[in-house]
């Protein structure tokens, strides 16, 4: 659709069908989504996503129902892109073989305030909850990695890149199953 007056520049909608099995026929993957994208002002672009799925873990098969939502945009020449992107809703806790429910985020941002310098900002958390029979929801884990990159260009053959990273995650070891 390409609407006429206002922010949104075009709408698109679509679905998503897969099925994945193994070389025995058992189930790995089988998945169904349904979404919608915009692109409107300032060069920016939206999703939103529903998803259905049916995911192997172990010997068992978990049904899921997630979201996923992006938001980018472009507001100016020194100010490239921001990027916000999320995934809500079931979660599947493949180490101990169960269903829980999680959420991530990842936030960017590239900045060149100069035709030589570029910055560009990375931070990303993931956490997932289960049900624990003495402690009811739990957090299994969080997770957590931030970047940032400095990159200044000499010529189109010489540059210079400065990358710092932080990598975090904190798990609790009793939520987890033993075998």
């Known amino acids: 659709l ?3 007056g206002g922010p949104v520049r075009r709408q698109r909608f679509s679905s998503y069908i ?3 099995d193994d ?9 169904f989504a349904l979404g919608t994208g915009l692109d409107a002002k300032w060069n920016s672009f939206l999703q939103f996503r529903y998803q259905y799925d049916k995911i192997r873990a172990g010997e068992q098969v978990f049904p899921r129902h997630s979201g996923n939502a992006i938001v980018q945009f472009s507001p100016s020449r020194v100010i490239n ?3 916000v ?4 809703g079931q979660e ?4 101990n073989e169960r269903l829980g429910h999680g959420f991530s985020l990842v936030l960017s941002a590239n900045v060149r305030p100069t035709d030589h310098l570029s910055l560009s900002f990375n931070g990303s958390r993931r956490f997932l909850d289960v ?11 969080t997770a957590r990695v ?4 400095l990159t200044y260009t000499f010529t189109a053959r010489s540059f210079v890149r400065v990358i710092g990273q932080w990598v975090q995650t904190t798990r609790d070891p009793s939520l987890y199953v033993e075998t």
Do not use: A, K, M, Y
Request: aromatic share 10%.
């Open 2 to 4: 390409r609407p006429t």
């Open 18 to 20: 897969d099925h994945q």
């Open 23 to 31: 070389q025995d026929g058992n189930l790995l993957q089988q998945f």
């Open 81 to 83: 892109q921001i990027n």
């Open 85 to 88: 992107e999320s995934h809500f």
């Open 92 to 95: 599947i806790d493949f180490d």
């Open 131 to 141: 049900d624990d029979p003495q402690r009811g929801n739990s957090r299994l884990f």
């Open 146 to 149: 931030d970047r940032v990159r």
